[in-house]
């Protein structure tokens, strides 16, 4: 089953729909007689018994609105906390920021890297990533598998991890590269507004099975930039759970970053960034394709 935001028209209210697993139709989330105001109020109040209704309920119907005949909105709008993020979480990736900060890099990683995004309000698929122009000297992309907590989770442990995630989606980690450098950590480069592109929806976890076994992809113009497997994540989802869990209470809804291949603007010599006009498309296998442009 697949999570939606979605409009109407350009002057519509931002709606929750649910659809098929193939991503063709979407429906009202009212259709159902359920009457909650988004996605996130979904994910933070509906029982297990109302998952199941609406799972069977989608899967008798047919017809419905085509999903490419409504204009999508970010599944989480506006998430109730920082995003969590997971850092050079592939190894390729680790190797190409090392490089690009003249850092020495001896190929271990023993520790997962965490830190937080700043959010206000999530991008929508096809809207506008803004360039910063005279502030950000750096733009860059990095498609990244987010997780969904679905229960509040605390002290879990790894074997039970996948029982507290409601489903998966995409987020480009745009990120201003001159901004990380300059500020020592990452939160204020990765944080301004419009850098969380989020979409084109969530897909439940009983629809992804093999989520740690998926091609990810990022093209910029068209050009493949990114192109590996969520297998090859240095600390697995099970494990980051388990850790983070046994320190913090993670809410349902809560938004995890799993991080990002290699390939990324930064990785090239010399770097090769985004501009304004530019397209870029995030891709990860079962769920879809975030697409977006850079703006103003």
Not at 12 to 36: C, N, R, T
Not at 232 to 261: F, K, N, R, V
Request: charged letters at 25%; a negative charge; hydrophobic letters at 40%.
């Amino acid at each position: 089953m697949r999570l939606y935001m979605y409009k109407a028209d350009k002057n519509s209210k931002a709606l929750p729909g649910v659809g098929d697993s193939q991503g063709k139709f979407i429906h009202p989330l009212s259709s159902f007689g359920m009457e909650y105001k988004t996605v996130l109020e979904m994910i933070q109040k509906m029982k297990t018994a109302e998952w199941e209704l609406l799972k069977k309920s989608v899967n008798e119907r047919t017809e419905g609105v085509g999903v490419s005949d409504v204009i999508l909105c970010a599944p989480i709008i506006r998430p109730a906390q920082d995003i969590i993020c997971l850092g050079i979480n592939y190894m390729e990736h680790a190797e190409e920021s090392a490089r690009f900060k003249a850092l020495e890099f001896d190929g271990k990683r023993d520790y997962a890297v965490y830190f937080s995004k700043r959010v206000n309000e999530a991008v929508a698929p096809e809207a506008e990533i803004p360039a910063y122009e005279g502030l950000v000297d750096g733009l860059d992309y990095e498609v990244e598998l987010a997780v969904i907590i679905g229960k509040d989770a605390k002290n879990v442990k790894e074997e039970d991890a996948f029982d507290y995630i409601a489903g998966y989606t995409i987020m480009n980690d745009v990120s201003a590269r001159n901004l990380q450098t300059r500020h020592k950590q990452w939160y204020f480069g990765k944080s301004l507004d419009g850098f969380t592109p989020l979409g084109p929806c969530i897909v439940t976890k009983d629809d992804l099975p093999n989520v740690e076994n998926l091609n990810i992809v990022s093209r910029l113009n068209g050009e493949v930039r990114q192109n590996s497997n969520t297998g090859l994540m240095i600390t697995g989802i099970p494990q980051m759970i388990a850790e983070l869990s046994s320190g913090m209470t993670l809410q349902a809804g809560t938004i995890i970053a799993t991080g990002t291949p290699g390939g990324v603007g930064m990785g090239f010599v010399p770097p090769r960034f985004m501009k304004k006009g530019d397209v870029i498309e995030c891709e990860i296998e079962g769920i879809g394709v975030l697409r977006n442009t850079v703006g103003e």
